[in-house]
């Protein structure tokens, strides 16, 4: 497909894929990603796949700053 990939940083870190596909359902998230690091520890960031451009941009432009448990997510195309 012609995805287009999405980084979400500063995520709390019990965040799973399952709460950004509902945080971000309006978008048409197509895929999650969530880091995962060696130890079963979350990263704190994901990559998430859309169905087209404007699905994305929509998402950074109203997502980026969105407080989720607290915490400002940081939203942006992800610099393949």
Not at 35 to 56: L, P, T, V
Request: proline share 1%; net charge negative; glycine share 10%.
């Amino acid at each position: 497909g012609n995805e287009v990939s999405v980084f979400v940083g500063n995520l709390p870190w019990s965040t799973s894929w399952q709460d950004l596909k509902n945080t971000f359902a309006g978008y048409n998230v197509q895929h999650v990603d969530v880091g995962e690091a060696r130890n079963g520890k979350m990263r704190g960031f994901a990559i998430m796949k859309f169905a087209s451009d404007q699905d994305a941009e929509a998402a950074i432009r109203d997502m980026n700053g969105y407080q989720m448990y607290g915490r400002a997510l940081e939203v942006r195309y992800d610099n393949k």
